[in-house]
């Protein structure tokens, strides 16, 4: 997976010119914040109207041990950015792909037809899906970001039969088409 964020980066960069350190952009989703999740994403400028956004997120917290609620996961989701105004600010669109691997229970998964509450799920995830924004500039670095993107999602996963017992039920693969992106983020522009 490294390969290939990295080999989509150099790509960008060498058709849309490289990227400098004055073009960096440092920002945390809040809304998943909302989920006990703390995330980071580094965005590079890469041309006048172009950046590449690379986004972290882990969640290694248990919430209730007595009924073993957990969202645990970890993420990598990297996003190519095409502004129609100018870099970090105004509109924007994106392609966005990704990869996960999570352990969750006791929780309701959303966009999900069947209850995920009762259950244990463990597996990975990936997928890829277009996204639409809008940066506001706030100060002469800060600004903050609304996203929002739908797409596919493939995942492989075991699903055990309560969320407090090991009785494994099967493993399962599952195709998913809808939401796969939604932020308010504050950004901290380096320069």
């Given at each position: ?168 039920k099967g493993s399962q693969n599952k195709h998913y088409f809808g939401p796969t992106k939604a932020g308010i983020s504050l950004i901290y522009i380096i320069k």
């Amino acid at each position: 997976m490294k390969k290939l964020i990295l080999g989509v980066f150099l790509a960008v960069c060498w058709c849309t010119g490289t990227a400098n350190a004055q073009d960096i952009a440092a920002k945390t989703n809040l809304l998943y914040w909302s989920t006990t999740t703390p995330n980071l994403s580094l965005e590079f400028g890469l041309g006048q109207r172009t950046t590449l956004d690379l986004t972290g997120a882990y969640n290694p917290w248990t919430l209730n041990k007595d009924k073993n609620k957990k969202i645990k996961h970890w993420l990598v989701m990297p996003e190519f950015r095409y502004w129609l105004c100018e870099r970090y600010n105004g509109h924007f669109f994106g392609l966005h792909s990704g990869y996960a691997f999570y352990n969750i229970s006791g929780v309701r998964i959303p966009f999900q037809s069947k209850s995920t509450k009762d259950h244990r799920y463990q597996g990975w995830a990936t997928g890829v899906g277009l996204s639409y924004g809008y940066s506001w500039i706030l100060g002469k670095r800060w600004n903050l970001e609304a996203t929002i993107g739908l797409g596919y999602i493939y995942t492989n996963y075991d699903k055990y039969e309560c969320a407090t017992c090991g009785k494994f039920k099967g493993s399962q693969n599952k195709h998913y088409f809808g939401p796969t992106k939604a932020g308010i983020s504050l950004i901290y522009i380096i320069k």
